[in-house]
């Protein structure tokens, strides 16, 4: 009974891993297929799908939207999430867990909501879509995030250091600057890697949010509209290694903190 | 430092990511609901107030309809979804040894780091009628023509039960290793089998991470346009889909700020269903 029972219990893990890595997989697999259409039976493998991506101007200037969007709204997230995590977990300020309430709760609702609301702001305020018009919408949905992270790593023993750097004669800025920040370092790459991802994804804002310039997700839906092809898999794939490559960086970053 | 003059630091530091939070949150959505009690005349925004929007959204049936195909589609994915997810945590965190818990977790939520579109897409190949599925069925010799996977509500299902099973192992099996084993050995030593001890111990305290896990999977459904538009077909819309149509075909901006605030207010209500359980502060 007991042998039994264990045996399901692999063949379950075995299955949902099945289920689970599928789509990646056959996404991954068929953007090596040596021909037109990226479904079985499998053909190559060949690099000439990605040699065309590559060689693909829009989607390459979409890439390279796309990493400065992530890059700038992730610094600007972590920075407003820093400081304001600094002051609610510093100073006891009237009204901590309303304002608390309100610096968390972009996280609940829904992206193209958001997205509407943004659009209809800027749309009455006369203001010309951009990539940097999107890179609001995504600061607001990485701010709680970075905000939280940061707000949940400053335990009493960081508020204990910051006091002596003060008591030692430090200035605010020098304390901010040599003692909570790299006191918060893991905690701080974490949320920006974290930030970047969410929005290096992201679809609804930068598809609603741009206009000429777009961000790769964008550019990759277009593509879609003609139909399926090793191209889209090709790029996908690059997308997502990209992805997997932060996020290891973050349990590297993560597993370190909690070696130490 | 005085206090005064504390609170007053305290202030300065918060006061930029409360001024971009009002700014292009707050205000946003406040034009939003104002938005949505105008009405569109011609080209026209008519400033209410009114209820106009919120009346015809209830009246017309293919705009209800949208409504109801959310909450249907979502309802069967936070189900299914838990189904699934809850073995495959407990596994995890009581089969799998420790030291491997780590990887298999991280390999188990891997596809979760590719873009929406993209694990769409790849939803779209293994279902499609040359596809991967298709391909193994008429290789086995299970079926003779290819079956219509893609473009149905079960493709539409089957994408997001993909992406929340992993996002609630992830967040069950954060539950299941913070329990005690503790727990487990006392109810077998009172005499309780395993289905018992798993009944009335291990689920229960396990449920608000179970409640928290399901109620994300609701709002995130709730508010998807890219997994039914890529994977749905056309034959029936979602509420996200009947609001990116508003914005699309007419620029009908009061009509889509309604929409958009009757689905907040949609998952508000769930909010409050399962209110007792939730910590949001968790998630």
């Known amino acids: 009974m007991t042998r039994a029972w264990h045996l399901l219990g692999w063949v379950y893990l075995a299955l949902a891993f099945g289920f689970i890595l599928l789509p990646v997989g056959v996404l991954v697999l068929f953007s090596f297929q040596d021909g037109r259409l990226p479904v079985p039976p499998f053909r190559g493998p060949s690099l000439r799908w990605y040699a065309d991506v590559l060689a693909d101007r829009r989607l390459m200037a979409g890439l390279g939207n796309s990493l400065l969007v992530a890059s700038v709204s992730a610094t600007v997230a972590l920075g407003l999430g820093f400081l304001a995590a600094v002051g609610l977990a510093r100073h006891r300020l009237p009204g901590a867990a309303l304002l608390r309430l309100v610096l968390i709760a972009p996280m609940t609702v829904s992206y193209l909501i958001i997205a509407l609301g943004l659009l209809s702001l800027y749309n009455r305020a006369g203001v010309g879509l951009s990539l940097w018009t999107a890179g609001v919408g995504h600061v607001v949905i990485n701010l709680p995030l970075c905000f939280a992270i940061l707000y949940a790593a400053m335990g009493p023993h960081l508020r204990a250091a910051e006091r002596a750097a003060r008591d030692l004669g430090a200035g605010e800025a020098a304390v901010l600057w040599h003692v909570t920040a790299p006191m918060l370092a893991p905690a701080l790459l974490a949320a920006w890697f974290l930030a970047f991802t969410f929005s290096w994804d992201e679809f609804i804002i930068a598809f609603l949010l741009t206009r000429f310039d777009v961000t790769l997700p964008v550019e990759i839906w277009s593509l879609l509209r003609s139909g399926i092809s090793p191209r889209a898999n090709a790029i996908g794939s690059l997308v997502f290694l990209v992805s997997v490559v932060v996020v290891m960086v973050v349990q590297l970053v993560a597993l370190r903190r909690t070696r130490r | ?283």
């Not at chain 2, 938005?35 to 209800?64: A, M, W």
């Not at chain 2, 997810?85 to 995890?92: D, E, N, V």
């Not at chain 2, 996002?167 to 290793?177: H, P």
Request: a positive charge; charged letters at 10%; aromatic letters at 10%.
């Open chain 2, 1 to 283: 430092m005085s206090p005064k003059a504390g609170t007053r630091q305290g202030w300065g530091f918060v006061a930029p990511a409360l001024l971009w939070t009002a700014a292009f949150f707050v205000a946003p959505f406040a034009l939003m609901v104002w938005l949505s009690l105008s009405r569109l005349e011609g080209r026209t925004v008519v400033p209410g107030p009114g209820l106009d929007n919120y009346i015809r959204f209830f009246t017309e049936p293919s705009l209800l309809r949208g409504l109801v195909v959310s909450l249907e589609i979502t309802a069967v994915v936070t189900v299914v979804s838990v189904a699934l997810a809850y073995p495959l945590a407990a596994i995890i965190a009581f089969r799998v040894p420790r030291r491997w818990q780590r990887v298999v977790l991280v390999l188990a939520i891997l596809p979760f780091w590719t873009s929406y579109v993209v694990r769409s897409y790849a939803w779209l190949l293994v279902l499609g009628q040359g596809g991967a599925v298709n391909a193994a069925l008429m290789g086995l010799g299970i079926t003779e023509a290819p079956l219509q996977l893609s473009a149905t509500r079960f493709a539409t299902v089957t994408g997001f039960v993909h992406f929340f099973v992993m996002l609630l192992t992830l967040t069950i099996y954060a539950n299941l290793v913070q329990l005690s084993p503790n727990y487990a050995r006392a109810a077998a030593d009172l005499g309780a089998g395993r289905v018992a001890t798993f009944v009335h111990v291990i689920l229960p305290l396990t449920l608000p991470g179970v409640v928290t896990g399901a109620f994300l999977t609701f709002v995130l459904c709730m508010g998807d346009y890219i997994t039914p538009q890529i994977l749905g077909g056309n034959r029936e819309l979602t509420l996200p889909q009947l609001i990116m149509m508003q914005l699309g075909r007419r620029g009908d901006f009061p009509m889509a700020s309604a929409m958009a605030v009757i689905l907040m207010a949609v998952v508000s209500l769930a909010y409050l269903a399962c209110a007792r359980w939730l910590r949001v502060e968790r998630i």
